[in-house]
């Protein structure tokens, strides 16, 4: 018998906001990455580069504290911090949390500088890359943390 299934019910609310966070926080990634790949396909990036960095901001920043915050709840209830040793999964989860709010950090610098760029008239092809890339980073990453919570390797 899988630890899930004999979860009590009065967590499964923390555990709901943690996943829809989770799963918001990778929709609005991936919403960016399709962003950008028309941004960097198109004359006038400048609107989807503004759009881009817009979505991060606005939308990648508070689902990643609601996932967060989740997760910290959700670890309370568990009562994670008295296990010794830590299980595997939780520091997976952890280290791909910690992480994505720097990877996120990092694009909404990169996005927000692009998008001046354009406006300007500028090239900002390499930034969008950049940006790009670490949203698809974080995305594979995420997928990962998603194997370590449903499987949890011991």
């Given at each position: 018998?899988?630890?899930?299934?004999?979860?009590?019910?009065?967590?499964?609310?923390?555990?709901?906001?943690?996943?829809?966070?989770?799963?918001?926080?990778?929709?609005?990634?991936?919403?960016?990455?399709?962003?950008?790949?028309?941004?960097?396909?198109?004359?006038?990036?400048?609107?989807?580069?503004?759009?881009a960095?817009?979505?991060?901001?606005?939308?990648?920043?508070?689902?990643?504290i609601?996932?967060?915050?989740?997760?910290?709840?959700?670890?309370?209830?568990?009562?994670?911090?008295?296990?010794?040793?830590?299980?595997?999964?939780?520091?997976?989860?952890?280290?791909?949390?910690?992480?994505?709010?720097?990877?996120?950090?990092?694009?909404?610098?990169?996005?927000?500088?692009?998008?001046?760029?354009?406006?300007?008239?500028?090239q900002?092809?390499?930034?969008?890359?950049w940006?790009?890339?670490?949203?698809?980073?974080?995305?594979?990453?995420?997928?990962?943390?998603?194997?370590?919570?449903?499987?949890?390797?011991?």
């Open positions: 018998m899988s630890y899930a299934a004999v979860r009590p019910d009065s967590w499964n609310f923390a555990l709901f906001v943690h996943v829809l966070g989770a799963m918001v926080f990778v929709s609005v990634l991936a919403a960016v990455v399709v962003v950008l790949v028309v941004a960097l396909r198109t004359d006038d990036r400048a609107d989807a580069l503004r759009f960095f817009r979505t991060l901001l606005i939308g990648g920043i508070p689902a990643y609601v996932m967060r915050g989740g997760a910290e709840w959700i670890a309370s209830k568990e009562h994670i911090a008295d296990v010794d040793p830590e299980p595997s999964w939780i520091g997976i989860g952890y280290s791909v949390a910690d992480g994505g709010l720097l990877f996120l950090i990092i694009m909404c610098i990169l996005a927000g500088i692009a998008s001046r760029r354009a406006r300007a008239g500028g900002p092809s390499a930034l969008v890359r940006t790009m890339g670490l949203a698809a980073v974080i995305i594979v990453a995420y997928g990962v943390a998603l194997w370590a919570m449903a499987t949890k390797p011991v």
